[in-house]
Structures are given as structure tokens and as C-alpha cells.
């Protein structure tokens, strides 16, 4: 019998969905906004982040993920329903087989959140597997081999650092502390120094054109306007890279401290693998300039960034559909 299968990487930042033959359909904010008297839903995805900051009081735009898991129940629902009808249409009777990517850190209420909203959203099944596993497979990481590996899954609401070997997660590290972190920490910082509000939008621009792990003497400029907190007026300012590098270097060390905590609990013989062939970084937020170099300065251990690594995610839960009933006997748990 026919059945639709449906990848969903739900990240804090962005929703990527996959289908099969079709390959990533949708890679859009993961944003809702709503009217406030009646709780309607407005606009999602990429439409609602346009609304992020210029809408009026009766309108609100949320994040309905915070950290990686669900904070709004019933908008992650509705996010959830558009994503699903948008990938295979409105008037499709067959409920398809969905696969969702959550934390390795996810707690048991966090998981049956997720499963309720995408069964009530309109999924026959639902299929719930740790970001590690899905960033593995999408690095294009052998995770059923008997080599250790490890992968640092930097998002938009967690890190996620586990080292895989034999088709599971041997030990682990996730992390709050992400993309999102940045771009907070980079409006603060220019608050603090400058005396410049900055919007989320603004902060996230800084850290994608010239977000940089390590300082340089060639440094990278980047113009923004803000308003002054001083004269309440809209203000041009131009800061560098250098300044993006120090506004983040905390949240980094907590990621070097995490890389730190689970090299401490792995096995010796997976260690020295990992030693070998060094730290696989995927997710957004990898992309930060310099950063395997930061690792390395950090760890002593070489670092690499995937390719495409902001789709490694979503590629991973593309190789659990290909072979969905292999997987199924593995790593997945339906309910």
C-alpha cells in the first residue's frame, strides 16, 4: 500500500522538511504569528519572521521552540499542520509517515509533546530521532561501524556533541547554548558598547556576514542601523568582525567545555579514533568563520565542517526514509 513519509528537521531556527524523490521541499523560520484576541493563526514560516518586530500589539510572533523543544504547544501544533500540508498538499487523504529529529537531551514530557503535536498536525505515525544520530547520517558518518566517532551539532537553540559507534550514541553532551545565544550576545554587546538597539533580525545578519570565532587582523566590516538609546533615533553604525568574535567567545567556551566533558566519559579506544580523524561539526551555526581552528587551538583535536552542514539534519531523517523499515527495528520508537 502506498504511504507518504515526511523528514522534518524542527529546529529552533529553522524547519527543513524532506520528501522522498523531491528531496528538501521547505527551509523556513520555524515562526508563527498570531492574533491575540482569538489566538487565529496569521502567518508561519518565512512570512511570520518578516513580522518579527514591526507588528502591532493585537499581533504576535513567536518561536515556538525554545532551546530545541517545544515551548508552545498548541502554535507547534499549527506550525506542524502548515509544514505537513504545504509538503504534500491540503487534500491529500493518506496520512503520511513522519520523521522528527529532537535533542538528545529531551526529556520524556518534551517527547510526548512533539509526538502529540505532529499526530494531531496529521501523521499516521511518528517517528522521533536524536539530532546527533540524524547530523551522523547526513555528515555522511558509517554510524553503524565499530570506530568512534563524534559529531558537534551546532543549531539555532542547542549543541549537541556525541560520539557514535555500533549505530548508537556512546556518550553525550546537549547543550542550550547555540545560535540563538550568539545573536543575543552580539545585540547585547553593542548595546553595551555602543548605546545601539539592535532588532534579533539585525543580530542574526551581524553573525551570518561576519560572525568570526577567532580575531584577525584583516578584519571584516559590517554596516547597521539601529536606534540610539540616548536620543531614541534611528542611528548608522559600522562594526567588525573582531567585535562579533569577543561578543561570542563565552558562548564558545561553553561548547569547548562540553566537547571537553564528553571526551572525558568516552571510552579510550573511541577517543583515540576521534583523535584520528578529528570532530565532524554540522548544524547553522558551524558556519561561523574560523571556528574548527578555534576547536583546535582549544582541544588539540582537528575539526571539519560538513558539507552543506545546515542540511545534515534534514538529510539524515532522508536516509531513515529510504530505509525506514530497517531503521525501525533501530533506532526509532513510533507511538
Not at 81 to 90: E, L
Not at 173 to 187: P, Q, Y
Amino acid at each position: 500500500m502506498f504511504t507518504r513519509k515526511i523528514g522534518i528537521d524542527l529546529g529552533t531556527t529553522n524547519t527543513l522538511v524532506f520528501l522522498p524523490e523531491q528531496g528538501i521541499v521547505i527551509n523556513e523560520p520555524t515562526a508563527v504569528a498570531l492574533r491575540k484576541s482569538d489566538k487565529t493563526v496569521l502567518a508561519v514560516g518565512a512570512e511570520a519572521k518578516e513580522m518579527v518586530g514591526r507588528t502591532p500589539d493585537d499581533i504576535v510572533t513567536y518561536r515556538p521552540l525554545k532551546d530545541g523543544v517545544i515551548a508552545e504547544y498548541y502554535i507547534t501544533q499549527a506550525m506542524l499542520k502548515y509544514f505537513i500540508r504545504k509538503s504534500i498538499g491540503s487534500f491529500n487523504v493518506i496520512k503520511p509517515e513522519v520523521v522528527i529529529s529532537v535533542p538528545a537531551g529531551i526529556t520524556s514530557t518534551e517527547y510526548r509533546a512533539v509526538m502529540n503535536a505532529a499526530r494531531e498536525a496529521g501523521a499516521k505515525e511518528v517517528y522521533l530521532v536524536k539530532e546527533p544520530l540524524l547530523a551522523a547520517l547526513g555528515a555522511g558518518i558509517p554510524i553503524h561501524s565499530a570506530e568512534g566517532n563524534m559529531i558537534v551539532n551546532i543549531g539555532g537553540g542547542t549543541t549537541e556533541v556525541a560520539v557514535i559507534s555500533l549505530g548508537g550514541i556512546v556518550t553525550w553532551e546537549s547543550l542550550r547554548v547555540a545560535g540563538n545565544r550568539f545573536d543575543h550576545s552580539i545585540s547585547e554587546y553593542i548595546k553595551k558598547k555602543y548605546g545601539l538597539a539592535i532588532g534579533e533580525n539585525t543580530s542574526e545578519n551581524i553573525k551570518i556576514a561576519i560572525g568570526t570565532a577567532i580575531p584577525n587582523r584583516a578584519k571584516a566590516e559590517f554596516k547597521i542601523r539601529g536606534r540610539d538609546l540616548a536620543s531614541g533615533l534611528p542611528k548608522d553604525l559600522t562594526i567588525n568582525s573582531n567585535e562579533v568574535a569577543e561578543a561570542i567567545n563565552g558562548h564558545l567556551i561553553d561548547i569547548m567545555n562540553a566537547i571537553q566533558a564528553v571526551f572525558n566519559v568516552t571510552p579510550p579506544e573511541l577517543a583515540a579514533d576521534i583523535m584520528e580523524k578529528g570532530i565532524i561539526l554540522s548544524g547553522g551555526s558551524a558556519q561561523v568563520r574560523d571556528l574548527p581552528e578555534f576547536i583546535k587551538r582549544s582541544l588539540g583535536v582537528s575539526a571539519y565542517v560538513a558539507e552543506e552542514p545546515i542540511l545534515c539534519v534534514a538529510k539524515g531523517t532522508a536516509t531513515i526514509l529510504g530505509h525506514l523499515d530497517v531503521y525501525k527495528r533501530t533506532l526509532l520508537h513510533a507511538r
